[in-house]
């Protein structure tokens, strides 16, 4: 064999020799590999085990704040409406794979905001004692899963108004007629619920005025211009719309026909005992519903509801009185009223007669029924000197009080109710009430009520509807109920 040969053979032939130390060097990489995966593998279980656990326990606290939030949804909606106030609420929501429960306790508060220590509660019928204005919600939401029981909690504050079941439930009331001039706007107490009633056979709504409510008149309606009514306009008579006017949901005339003109707009439904026309009907306008020559119920009709002075109700209701006649001092009698301790009634035949730029302080409410009437000229002011709290002022002309008419206002007539340019009631509700003339003048501003025979209100005027309870009034009937407004609502981690 040549030496080529040779090399070629000994060069793929030879096998070369591991050392027994190569080959256990192997066995233990091969061992820590084995081992690092399996490591790894019990890793990512863990890690998956926890993820999954960890989305157990978001899943059971979502469903758990769902269920405290229920809570407080369930009790707010028990005290619209209502004639008693609960102190706690128990439920079960049907959720998956376990149901989950709430439980609310509520504290009640006789001032908003709420101060100082809650109202009781009675222990028989489980509802709160006396006159809340404010309540605390805690709702406590439970969930019980595979991870175990988790607990959230909700807390809500309530501002709640007491709505008179005696017939003052309108924020204007007029009996006869009715007058609304250029840029009033009437806003709601709790939403949209600022409603206007008029016997007047015809109401004419025009330019730049706003109702937060309806409008329920039995006779025709007019809405002009750019008037703007948030909810519904249910007349016995004609309803007639014209350039921008709108109604945010249903038109309703009983023995009329309904016309809407120019750009008019009706949110919802036209219905009318008659015919349905218009150009803006015609072009578009956005009515859900059309119903021509139907049958549909007059609005109900209200008569003006009936107050005397009853010396029992009002001193149950916290009330002391004071009987002032002598019409020389009667004005000195209510500026005394600054110093009262207490809740006080002012009786009097006197005309309750301010002139300008007069200032009266009040720290507790005052209701005051003066048969000659009120006349508050240009910037009166009725101020509240104990804010935050809201203090009531009712000021009636009791019915059969003796009417004259209103000439200007330096003569503002007898038993009639004039309300000069620019007066204010700030951190005050208040309630109007004549047998005669409510006359509101020029930018006005205040939260309450009118209720009146006439009712003129004239520019730039501005009320919020507060329902105010007015004791020993006759004419509506029924018991008085609840509003409420929620002012917050929020998690309360650290209760949770």
Known sequence: MSLIAKLAAGSTGRTSRRSPNEAGVAMITALAVVAITGL???VAVQISFHSETATAKDRERVVATSAAEGGVDVATAAMKGAVSLPCTLTGTIPTTPNPSTYAVAISYYDSYPPVGTPLSC????????GNPKAALIKSDGQMKGPTGKIKRRMESLVKINV???????????????????????VMGNAGNDADIYTNDPDVACGNSIEVSGSILSQGNVALNNSCKIAVDVWAKGNVSMTNSASVGFDVKSSRGSITAANTSKIGRDAIAFGTITGAAIATGNPVRNKVPNASIPDPPYVPLPSITFDSAAWTAAGYTTITNNNCTTINATILGLASATQKTVVTTDCKIDFGTTTAINLKKSVAIFAKGGFSFRNTTTWKNMVTPTITQLHLIVPTGSTCTAYSNPNNSGLGNILVGNSSEFPDLDVFFY??????????????GQVYG????????YEMKFVP???????GGGGSSTYSAEVVYKREDVAAG
């Open 468 to 474: 105010l309870p007015v004791w020993g009034a006759s």
């Open 453 to 460: 025979k006439d009712v003129e209100i004239v520019n730039s």
């Open 163 to 185: 709505i008179p079941g005696n017939g003052f439930d309108k924020a204007v009331y007029s009996d006869a007629g009715l007058a609304i001039a250029n840029s009033t706007h």
């Open 40 to 42: 790894l593998a019990v």
């Open 434 to 447: 004549t047998p005669c003339q409510f006359k509101g003048l020029n930018s006005t501003h205040f939260n």
């Open 122 to 129: 009675d222990a028989t019928s489980g509802n709160v004692v």
